[in-house]
Nanobody
Framework: QVQVVESGGGLVQTGGSLRLSCAASGNFKSINSMAWYRQAPGKERELVAAIIGGTSTNYADSVKDRFTISRDNARNLVYLQMDRLKPEDTAVYYC?????????????WGQGTQVTVSS
């Protein structure tokens, strides 16, 4: 079994900062990539940031220069540092992990954490 658990969401004012964390645990051989997605009410889930192999990153244009994704490979953690937050960043943020398991390459989602940015 694999568990993916997010933490760190909350309510913040425009211009503020939040740091999301995601921990992966359970039976897997390695983690190929980790990412953060978000889904706002009435909208589709979208990629926010991804980190592949621990060093290669990519970001949605809307969060470039404001958000930073990082990874602790030894502890199977991924972080999303969110600065200069805007009301349009309000959404449920989901952690995504792509892993090598006994059955091959699988992916897992966390349960989501709410981020609300007040104007």
């Amino acid at each position: 079994q694999v568990q993916v658990v997010e933490s760190g969401g909350g309510l913040v004012q425009t211009g503020g900062s939040l740091r999301l964390s995601c921990a992966a645990s359970g039976n897997f051989k390695s983690i190929n990539s980790m990412a953060w997605y978000r889904q706002a009410p009435g909208k589709e889930r979208e990629l926010v940031a991804a980190i592949i192999g621990g060093t290669s990153t990519n970001y949605a244009d809307s969060v470039k220069d404001r958000f930073t994704i990082s990874r602790d490979n030894a502890r199977n953690l991924v972080y999303l540092q969110m600065d200069r937050l805007k009301p349009e960043d309000t959404a449920v943020y989901y952690c995504y992990c792509r892993m090598v398991t006994s059955t091959g390459l699988d992916y897992y989602w966390g349960q989501g954490t709410q981020v609300t940015v007040s104007s």
